[in-house]
C-alpha cells in the first residue's frame, strides 16, 4: 500500500507541476503593455500563478514548475511575453523570468518553515510574507540582470539602462503587490484541499 501510494502522490505532483507550468505560460498573455520610455514594460498575471506555484506546491516543485515553463520558453516554444527561444537570454528583461524561478523556491520555503498558526488571519500574513520576500528577490533579480545586459552586452552607459529597469519597476510594483494580496488569499483557501489530496 505504501508504494502505491507514494507513486499516486508522485504522479499527483507530476500533474500539478505541469499545471502550474501551463497557468504561467498562459498568464503571459493575459498582460498589459506600460508606455514606459525608452523601453515599454508589461504587467501580466504570470506573477500571480509563480506565486500560487511556490505557495501551493512547496520550495522544489513550485520551482519546478516555473523551471519546466523557462525550459519549455527557451527550447522555441512562444510562451513568453516576447516570444522564445535561447536568444531571449539576451533580452535585458530575461532576469525577471529567472527571477521567478528563485522566487517561486523561496516562497515555498517560506511557507514551508515559518510557523502555521491557527488562524485564518494568522496564514494570511505568513503567506503574505512569503510573497512580499519572493517579490523582493524577483525584482531584485531582475534589475541586477538588466544592470548586467546593459553594462557587459549592449552598448548602452550601464547607468542609463539601471534607470530604465527601476522606473519600469516602479510602474509595475505596486500591481505586483497586489496579486501577492490574492494570491495570498486565495492560497489560504486552497492549501487545506490540496494537501489532503496530494497525501490520499
Not at 29 to 36: D, E
Amino acid at each position: 500500500m505504501g508504494g502505491r501510494q507514494g507513486a499516486g502522490m508522485r504522479t499527483i505532483d507530476i500533474v500539478l507541476c505541469g499545471l502550474f507550468a501551463a497557468l504561467v505560460a498562459v498568464g503571459a498573455f493575459i498582460r498589459i503593455t506600460l508606455p514606459t520610455q525608452p523601453y515599454p514594460f508589461t504587467f501580466s498575471l504570470q506573477w500571480l500563478f509563480v506565486l500560487l506555484a511556490g505557495m501551493l506546491l512547496g520550495a522544489k516543485l513550485g520551482a519546478m514548475s516555473v523551471g519546466a515553463y523557462l525550459l519549455v520558453g527557451l527550447v522555441g516554444v512562444p510562451v513568453f511575453v516576447h516570444g522564445g527561444g535561447p536568444q531571449y537570454i539576451f533580452r535585458a528583461g530575461f532576469g525577471f523570468l529567472l527571477g521567478f524561478l528563485a522566487a517561486a523556491f523561496l516562497i515555498g520555503l517560506l511557507v514551508e518553515r515559518l510557523p502555521q498558526i491557527q488562524s485564518s488571519a494568522g496564514e494570511f500574513i505568513r503567506l503574505m510574507i512569503a510573497a512580499v520576500a519572493g517579490l523582493v528577490v524577483y525584482y531584485f533579480i531582475g534589475i541586477a540582470y538588466y544592470y548586467f545586459m546593459y553594462s557587459c552586452v549592449l552598448e548602452t552607459p550601464a547607468e542609463w539602462g539601471l534607470g530604465v529597469a527601476i522606473v519600469g519597476c516602479l510602474t509595475t510594483f505596486l500591481p505586483d503587490l497586489a496579486l501577492c494580496f490574492i494570491a495570498a488569499l486565495l492560497s489560504a483557501r486552497l492549501r487545506p484541499a490540496l494537501a489532503k489530496a496530494r497525501h490520499q
